[in-house]
């Protein structure tokens, strides 16, 4: 999934794409990603007419959009009708980031009180209007392709642009981090070390910088496919005698919200109650980002 791009992702139909980049709730760090491209950038410009960057530049345009890039999570009411609206005018729509993909570390809400968790972080919470769920783009509308991480990788958007320009399936590696490790001659920190790590369950894409630098993986490229992530929260319990909240805390990241590191953190705790919100539970009432 991270780099998992589905197949209706070809190339759009004119010769040069109308391209948008939109931001609900998010740190803006993906689109900045666009913008670091640096030797890559003026090759973008050439290829994608982009008519809507809030980071690049103070034009707008409502669209249509031929690719649109979203980043961030639907986390207050607005977006409801926001990202619907998004989707009517967009031929490809991409979302990029653990944000957009996953809910994002907004998303840690999900398990507590709406209420409770908006009054402790902000001064006015009556000012602030949330819903009590933060959650990925595409519970609300259809995606055509999503890049993961905090932040995405470049290689792997320079990737996606090219086969949107070629009309070919993005070549993007599905597999774990602990390929990258072994690829790149990394001590697996696990055996080295006894510290707890994601990698065997979590996409690859940051090139293994958390082992690199002798931490754990974090899991913020989320769960590749099929990750038997429930296996290695027991090992880890067994291997360094560690109590269920403990471990329940290392799937509670970035992108706690994606399954199966969704069921782990439910499970085994991680967060101050365990208990993950009902979807129909009522939005705050009382605008930006929580």
């Known amino acids: ?16 794409p109308r391209v948008g980049v939109a931001k609900f709730a998010s740190c803006d760090g993906c689109q900045l990603t666009l913008l670091d491209l640096e030797d890559e950038l003026l090759s973008v410009v050439e290829h994608f007419e982009i008519i809507d960057f809030p980071e690049a530049t103070s034009a707008r345009s409502a669209g249509p959009y031929d690719v649109l890039f979203v980043e961030g999570s639907v986390s207050e009411p607005a977006h409801l009708e926001r990202i619907v609206e998004l989707r009517r005018r967009t031929r490809h729509l991409v979302t990029i980031g653990a944000c957009a993909t996953a809910g994002g570390i907004q998303a840690l809400r999900n398990w507590a009180d709406h209420d409770a968790f908006r009054a402790a972080v902000y001064a006015h919470p009556e000012f602030v209007h949330s819903l009590a769920r933060s959650t990925p783009i595409a519970e609300h509308v259809a995606v055509d392709a999503e890049l993961r991480g ?8 320079v990737e996606l642009l090219t086969a949107l320009t070629t ?3 993005p070549q993007l590696r599905d597999e774990a981090v602990c390929m990258e490790c072994k690829r790149r001659g990394v001590v697996c920190v696990m055996v080295s070390k006894g510290m707890p790590c994601l990698g065997q369950v979590t996409q690859t894409g940051c090139g293994a910088i958390c082992p690199r630098f002798g931490r754990g ?3 913020c490229f989320g769960p590749r496919e099929q990750a038997n992530a429930a296996g290695l929260a027991r090992h880890l319990q067994m291997a360094g005698d560690r109590p269920r909240e403990e471990v329940g805390r290392l799937f509670a990241g970035f992108t706690a919200y994606s399954e199966p590191f969704r069921s782990m953190v439910t499970e085994l705790g991680g967060t101050r109650t365990g ?3 009902a979807p129909g539970e009522p939005a705050g009432t009382t605008g930006g980002k929580a």
């Open 1 to 16: 999934m991270t780099a998992h791009v589905p197949a209706a992702a070809h190339a759009p139909a004119s010769a040069r």
């Open 150 to 157: 905090c932040p995405i990788d470049p290689g792997q958007l």
């Open 167 to 169: 009309g070919r399936r």
């Open 217 to 219: 993986c974090y899991g």
């Open 275 to 277: 208990r993950e919100a």
